[in-house]
């Protein structure tokens, strides 16, 4: 809401929050902290810095608020903390809302800025704002889950549940059980563990691959089922460390006598080469030698020419 906004049709377009707006004027209202509010946490440097921002602009008038509505800031006119918000939520019907009762968070930034902090407290207010309101409420009262949706083959599984009795209290008395079934379709049965306000369950390591679970428990005659699916990453040690560890390279290649360029230096490597006297050109010679006897053909062309030799010698009368 703003000095341009329009009063009239705010107030028709929602039933939640209504402002009499007397002759269209406005007031510098200031943030103050709303000691009851818990729905997010803001840094205690962050309270520090909503304490001495500068006011907003609110349309002057008498605010109603006709929801349950759990305030983030309420009203600082002048000195005088009043009791009627400025940043509050509405929740009905699992529907939330937010509403801004003044304008010009550019004076809150500008005094951040001013003060020279570290960290934005506006940047993380409407972070926080933004996650709340988008949020769906769970009201499943039996929950179960996994510490996280991917794991690597050497983490084990952890797995968390809670059970909530009528009054949405958390309880420990029954037993669950789950089922954990890999791709093949074998299944692995486990029972929880009892923390103080829960259940707890580390299922060891488990192969690559996907998984799908699904746990049951019985309270007060009625039966309660959750399911879930998670993924088990192969482990592959090359993926570990994709980055060059220079110092690493730098200790093997002094190790074996050698030197690590880094790109900028790539042209000096051919010069490198041609000073070290270690690098020869090798040429390899390789000799075999086979008996003669082994050779059937040459044998056989000896034996052939002796035959010859000895039928010419004795048909000319010479043996």
Do not use: C
Not at 189 to 195: G, P, R
């Amino acid at each position: 809401m703003g000095a341009q906004s329009n009063v009239s049709a705010f107030n028709q377009i929602q039933n939640q929050v209504n402002l009499a707006s007397a002759n269209g004027s406005v007031q510098e209202v200031y943030p103050n902290l709303a000691n009851s509010f818990t729905s997010f946490n803001l840094s205690e440097e962050g309270q520090k810095q909503f304490a001495t921002v500068d006011p907003l602009l609110m349309p002057f008038g008498r605010l109603t608020v006709n929801a349950n509505a759990t305030a983030v800031f309420n009203q600082r006119i002048g000195k005088v903390n009043t009791q009627m918000p400025l940043l509050f939520f509405t929740n009905e019907n699992g529907l939330k809302n937010g509403y801004l009762m003044g304008e010009g968070l550019w004076r809150w930034k500008l005094s951040v800025a001013e003060n020279e902090a570290d960290q934005s407290a506006l940047n993380d207010l409407i972070s926080k704002t933004v996650q709340y309101l988008s949020v769906k409420d769970d009201k499943r009262r039996f929950k179960v889950f996994t510490s996280k949706s991917a794991y690597d083959e050497n983490e084990s599984i952890q797995f968390n549940a809670t059970l909530y009795n009528e009054s949405y209290q958390p309880v420990n008395e029954s037993e669950v059980k789950l089922q954990v079934k890999n791709e093949a379709g074998k299944i692995f049965s486990y029972v929880f563990s009892k923390t103080e306000n829960g259940y707890q369950l580390d299922a060891g390591t488990m192969p690559a691959g996907n998984y799908s679970y699904a746990a049951n428990t019985v309270l007060g005659g009625q039966k309660f089922t959750a399911s879930g699916s998670f993924y088990v990453n192969a482990l592959i040690a090359e993926y570990q460390q994709t980055t060059a560890n220079h110092q690493l390279l730098n200790t093997i290649s002094k190790q074996s006598n050698g030197k690590l360029f880094m790109p900028s230096d790539l042209l000096k490597i051919a010069d490198e080469i041609l000073k070290n006297e270690n690098i020869k050109t090798i040429s390899y010679e390789d000799r075999k030698y086979d008996e003669l006897i082994n050779m059937k053909w040459l044998f056989g062309l000896i034996l052939t020419l002796l035959s010859v030799e000895w039928f010419l010698r004795k048909r000319n009368g010479e043996l």
